[in-house]
């Protein structure tokens, strides 16, 4: 079943590339974004094939179809985020409910995004499974649009220059990637959790120092 959901998508790329080449790629990653449906491995991988490897281009023009495909990701991403935005918690659980997405890991989601703001939209554009759905917290919790756009743009940039330039690198065996991610979901997922700890660790660690001091004069004033 799966196969052949791929294989539909592997012969509709094909024509959208044949025909718009990377602004086909671009108008795939505002759609993937804006909905979360077509698998951004896929498009990538392939385009990194079909559009530069294959026509004999040069490699270096990886990081230019990065570009291409990570501003198509930012706008698709600005659309979610403005729908949150405007329609706030109502709109949110309503799609919640028909997509049977639990509205507490919604609420939950939104208390962190208040907490650490655009520095989370950055790191979550780069982990399988956030991606798309880092948008809706920062939506309802209303980071301003220009730190949300900037770290979409930053993160899916690194996303999609790499995945590309993996589907260079691989040539015809392009689909690697897409089993890899698929096989190795939980392991991406937790790597990706773990970059976000040592992100905010690492950003934050002047004012968690400070609270350590603080509750440590007060427990000395104390005693």
């Given at each position: 079943m799966?196969?052949?959901?791929?294989m539909?998508?592997l012969?509709?790329?094909?024509?959208?590339?044949?025909?718009?080449?990377?602004?086909?790629v671009f108008?795939l990653?505002?759609?993937?974004n804006?909905?979360?449906?077509?698998?951004s491995?896929?498009?990538?991988?392939?385009?990194?094939w079909?559009?530069?490897?294959r026509?004999?281009i040069t490699?270096?023009?990886?990081?230019?179809?990065?570009?291409?495909a990570?501003?198509?990701?930012?706008?698709?991403?600005?659309?979610t985020?403005?729908v949150?935005?405007l329609?706030g918690?109502?709109?949110?659980?309503?799609f919640?409910?028909?997509?049977?997405?639990d509205?507490?890991h919604?609420?939950?989601?939104e208390?962190?995004?208040?907490?650490?703001?655009?520095?989370?939209?950055l790191?979550g554009?780069?982990?399988?499974?956030?991606?798309t759905?880092?948008?809706?917290?920062?939506?309802?919790?209303?980071?301003?649009f220009t730190?949300f756009f900037?770290?979409?743009?930053?993160?899916?940039?690194?996303?999609?220059t790499?995945?590309?330039?993996?589907?260079?690198?691989?040539?015809?065996?392009?689909?690697?990637?897409s089993?890899?991610i698929?096989?190795?979901?939980?392991l991406?997922?937790s790597?990706?959790l773990f970059?976000?700890?040592?992100?905010?660790?690492?950003?934050?660690?002047s004012?968690?120092a400070?609270t350590?001091?603080?509750?440590?004069t007060k427990?000395?004033e104390?005693?």
């Amino acid at each position: 079943m799966f196969e052949k959901i791929e294989m539909t998508i592997l012969s509709a790329l094909q024509t959208i590339f044949d025909q718009f080449g990377w602004a086909g790629v671009f108008g795939l990653m505002v759609f993937e974004n804006a909905t979360g449906i077509t698998p951004s491995e896929i498009i990538l991988a392939f385009a990194g094939w079909m559009l530069i490897e294959r026509h004999g281009i040069t490699p270096g023009f990886i990081p230019i179809g990065g570009l291409y495909a990570g501003l198509g990701s930012a706008i698709g991403a600005s659309i979610t985020y403005w729908v949150a935005r405007l329609g706030g918690r109502p709109v949110v659980d309503r799609f919640a409910k028909i997509f049977r997405i639990d509205q507490a890991h919604i609420t939950k989601a939104e208390e962190q995004m208040h907490r650490w703001g655009s520095g989370l939209v950055l790191i979550g554009r780069i982990i399988p499974g956030i991606r798309t759905l880092i948008s809706i917290p920062a939506g309802l919790a209303k980071i301003p649009f220009t730190r949300f756009f900037i770290a979409t743009f930053i993160g899916a940039y690194i996303w999609c220059t790499l995945l590309i330039g993996a589907g260079y690198l691989l040539g015809h065996e392009w689909m690697l990637i897409s089993d890899f991610i698929k096989n190795n979901l939980l392991l991406i997922f937790s790597a990706g959790l773990f970059i976000i700890a040592a992100y905010l660790a690492y950003h934050f660690r002047s004012h968690l120092a400070g609270t350590k001091w603080l509750k440590f004069t007060k427990d000395m004033e104390s005693n």
